[in-house]
């Protein structure tokens, strides 16, 4: 199995022990997670079918997640990826190209020593959930809280822990998820006044070498390919071997109401 299928399968594993029901749909698998209704990424239809329609997926999408306030489609083939983003895009999705990188070279150049470390998940928590509250939907006090259930899921699904830095007064944390065998470094996010002082480059760096360490084969994780940090995750090491589609419809809302 290559190093794209085992993340893959890791991947479509992790989520499918943490949410609250899996439904077998005409095209693939719907996690869904009623709990967590905020939470797009545990609720959700995941197409395995190549040849799948678009207009019969927005179709499944309005029934199967009726009670949620948004619709999300996910896919790992290209092909269909491409077709999706085309047709859905017109119909006011949002659509994503998630790259698959792992580690296979040493950064272009260390991080300054000591700048990132593993921390304790409370440390960590309060860095991520700083970071969320300036996301877009970092008004909704619900969403952080649903966010924070949602990461303690992963740590009990996986092994997790929590890397930040700088040690003192923490400005960006990350997560790392290992199974034993490969690891996955996630949720990384540095705070808007603390950005530019390579603090991302050094939590990002020490969960990596703390893998590497432990054996784990591949190091990967997932950016967007048509954001910036891709760019720091090459000069980290990492390199895309793959991706995954992401199409997220949401309603309108407005702070406050």
């Not at 949410?19 to 995941?46: K, M």
């Not at 006011?92 to 260390?110: E, I, K, T």
């Not at 190091?219 to 390199?239: E, H």
């Amino acid at each position: 199995m290559s190093d794209l299928e085992r993340i893959k399968r890791f991947l479509r594993e992790t989520e499918e022990r943490i949410c609250d029901e899996l439904h077998p749909t005409a095209h693939g698998l719907a996690t869904l997670t009623p709990s967590l209704p905020l939470v797009w990424q545990l609720n959700q239809i995941r197409v395995d079918d190549p040849d799948a329609d678009p207009a019969a997926l927005v179709t499944e999408a309005d029934r199967l997640l009726a009670r949620f306030p948004h619709r999300k489609l996910v896919t790992e083939d290209e092909g269909l990826g491409a077709r999706l983003t085309t047709s859905l895009s017109a119909e006011g999705w949002n659509a994503y190209r998630l790259l698959v990188m792992v580690r296979r070279r040493p950064p272009d150049r260390p991080p300054e020593p000591g700048l990132g470390a593993e921390v304790s998940r409370e440390r960590g928590a309060a860095v991520l959930a700083a970071f969320r509250r300036e996301q877009p939907f970092g008004w909704q006090d619900e969403a952080i809280r649903q966010l924070a259930a949602m990461d303690e899921r992963y740590g009990r699904a996986v092994c997790a822990r929590d890397f930040a830095a700088p040690p003192g007064d923490l400005g960006c944390s990350c997560r790392l998820y290992t199974d034993g065998s490969l690891a996955q470094v996630d949720e990384v996010g540095t705070v808007a006044a603390r950005r530019g002082r390579g603090y991302a480059r050094a939590a990002v760096l020490a969960a990596a070498d703390v893998a590497a360490e432990e054996g784990c084969d591949p190091i990967f994780l997932l950016t967007d390919a048509a954001d910036w940090p891709k760019q720091l995750y090459a000069r980290l090491g990492f390199d895309a071997i793959g991706a995954v589609y992401e199409f997220l419809k949401l309603p309108v809302h407005t702070p406050g109401r």
